[in-house]
T-cell receptor
Framework: QKEVEQDPGPLSVPEGAIVSLNCTYSNSAFQYFMWYRQYSRKGPELLMYTYSSGNKEDGRFTAQVDKSSKYISLFIRDSQPSDSATYLCAMSPYTGANSKLTFGKGITLSVRP | GAVVSQHPSWVICKSGTSVKIECRSLDFQATTMFWYRQFPKQSLMLMATSNEGSKATYEQGVEKDKFLINHASLTLSTLTVTSAHPEDSSFYIC???????????????FGPGTRLTVL
């Protein structure tokens, strides 16, 4: 079993839809949970991070962590064509400049106008 | 702020040659730099972690003699793929992080990646 599993894609939704992206993990040491967005042939950019369990909202994006179920989600409200990208979840057991990230496989989202 | 650049953005080389990829933090001093490899439709796989002035720490299964990492300064790390083979063709991405800051989370800032094709 891989440490981080991400729902397979690709995912195609109409503009304005609510998108739910999910990851599960097996390592109970993970404390920091991140969502990255990656456009084609570009490096990932951090969308949101969450420490431990709970919800965090930033504009149209909401990150949710359920440590008891080892399950994290990213919700995108009112999705836009500009949200079309690959979304990767990432996790780390601690923070600090040396903290290693374990990534999910990524899911490609396409938002149709 | 927090911009990381990579050079070159793409490179094509012949089998058996060596290729050097540079990673620079443009507006901050990076305590640590990371090198990742990403195959098509696959996740980022960490290859090694490097701290300025120290030897890199390689992940299990990554050949340190093949992937030479030098972290000469707080703003520059290089990855040299030695004796490249077609199976080394991949997207190589670096990231940089720094200690401290007001936030409790030390973000890794990613470069735009380098696409290596070995013929």
């Amino acid at each position: 079993q891989k440490e981080v599993e991400q729902d397979p894609g690709p995912l195609s939704v109409p503009e304005g839809a609510i998108v739910s992206l999910n990851c599960t993990y097996s390592n109970s040491a993970f404390q920091y949970f991140m969502w990255y967005r990656q456009y084609s042939r570009k490096g990932p950019e951090l969308l949101m991070y969450t420490y431990s369990s709970g919800n965090k909202e930033d504009g149209r994006f909401t990150a949710q962590v359920d440590k008891s179920s080892k399950y994290i989600s990213l919700f995108i409200r009112d999705s836009q064509p500009s949200d079309s990208a690959t979304y990767l979840c990432a996790m780390s057991p601690y923070t600090g400049a040396n903290s290693k990230l374990t990534f999910g496989k990524g899911i490609t989202l396409s938002v149709r106008p | 702020g927090a911009v990381v650049s990579q050079h070159p953005s793409w490179v094509i080389c012949k089998s058996g040659t060596s290729v050097k990829i540079e990673c620079r933090s443009l507006d901050f001093q990076a305590t640590t730099m990371f090198w990742y490899r990403q195959f098509p439709k696959q996740s980022l796989m960490l290859m090694a972690t490097s701290n300025e002035g120290s030897k890199a720490t390689y992940e299990q299964g990554v050949e340190k003699d093949k992937f030479l990492i030098n972290h000469a300064s707080l703003t520059l790390s290089t990855l040299t793929v030695t004796s490249a083979h077609p199976e080394d063709s991949s997207f190589y991405i670096c990231s940089a992080a720094y200690s401290g800051g007001l936030d409790s989370y030390n973000e890794q800032f990613f470069g735009p990646g380098t696409r290596l094709t070995v013929l």
